[in-house]
C-alpha cells in the first residue's frame, strides 16, 4: 500500500497562489499516474487533475483550467498542485490519490479576504 | 463530458438489510472505467470496486459491483454498523473523470 502524504494547505486571500505538495512513500510511484481531488465543505468529490506516469499526458477539470498546474517530480516521489488566481469557491479539502486505489488524508484549502 | 447521475440521494435502512445503491452514466461506460468509493465523515475516500464489479484489496464480499453500458449498481448484502457512510461512483473513460454526487447510506 502507498502512503500519501498532502501539505501545503492554508489560507489564503482571493486572487492568491498556494502550492500543494503530495508526497508517496514508495519508489513505485514512477510507475503511477496521479490525480487531484477535491471537496467543498458538506458537498461531493470533485476531480480536478491527472498527470500520467512520465507527465506526457495532463488533464484539467475546465472549473480549474488555465488556474491550476499539475506536475511531478518521480526522483522524489511527489505530485504537486500550483494554484493561482483562487477564488472563495475553491475553499476545499484537497485530495491527491494514486488512480483511485491509495488516497491521502487532505490538505485544507480555505480562501477568505 | 460524461455525467454520472446517482439514486436515490439517501438510502435509509437498518443494519443487516441490503442496499442497492445506483450509477447511471450520460453516456456507455466501459466496465474496465468505473469505480465505487465509500466515504466516511472526517475521511478520506476508499476504494471498494473498479472495473464495475473487481473488489479492491481487504474489502469485505458483502459488497458487489455489477452493471454495463449506463447503468451500474452497488449492492451491499447485509449492512454492518461500519457500511453507513456516503458512496460515490466515479469513471476513468475520458478526461473529466467525473463522480456521481454520492448516496448517502443512513441507519433508519
Known amino acids: 500500500e502507498v502512503q500519501l502524504v498532502e501539505s501545503g494547505g492554508d489560507l489564503v486571500q482571493p486572487g492568491g497562489s498556494l502550492r500543494l505538495s503530495c508526497a508517496a512513500s514508495v519508489f513505485t510511484f514512477s510507475t503511477s499516474g496521479m490525480h487531484w481531488v477535491r471537496q467543498a465543505p458538506g458537498k461531493g468529490l470533485e476531480w480536478l487533475s491527472y498527470?500520467?506516469?512520465?507527465?506526457?499526458?495532463?488533464y484539467y477539470a475546465d472549473s480549474v483550467k488555465g488556474r491550476f498546474t499539475i506536475s511531478r517530480d518521480n526522483a522524489r516521489t511527489s505530485v504537486f498542485l500550483q494554484m493561482n488566481s483562487l477564488r472563495d469557491e475553491d475553499t476545499a479539502v484537497y485530495y491527491c490519490?494514486?488512480?483511485?486505489?491509495?488516497w491521502g488524508q487532505g490538505t485544507l484549502v480555505t480562501v477568505s479576504s | 463530458e460524461i455525467v454520472l447521475t446517482q439514486s436515490p440521494g439517501t438510502l435509509s435502512l437498518s443494519p443487516g438489510e441490503r442496499a442497492t445503491l445506483s450509477c447511471r452514466a450520460s453516456?456507455?461506460?466501459?466496465?474496465?472505467?468505473l469505480a465505487w468509493y465509500q466515504q466516511k465523515p472526517g475521511q478520506a475516500p476508499r476504494l471498494l470496486i473498479y472495473?464495475?464489479?473487481s473488489r479492491a484489496t481487504g474489502i469485505p464480499d458483502r459488497f458487489s459491483g455489477s452493471g454495463s453500458g449506463t447503468d451500474f449498481t452497488l449492492t451491499i448484502s447485509r449492512l454492518e454498523p461500519e457500511d453507513f457512510a456516503v458512496y460515490y461512483c466515479q469513471h476513468y473513460v475520458s478526461s473529466p473523470f467525473t463522480f456521481g454526487p454520492g448516496t448517502k447510506v443512513d441507519i433508519k
Open positions: 490519490t494514486r488512480d483511485g486505489y491509495d
Open positions: 472495473g464495475a464489479s
Open positions: 453516456q456507455s461506460v466501459s466496465t474496465t472505467y
Open positions: 498527470i500520467n506516469r512520465d507527465s506526457t499526458a495532463i
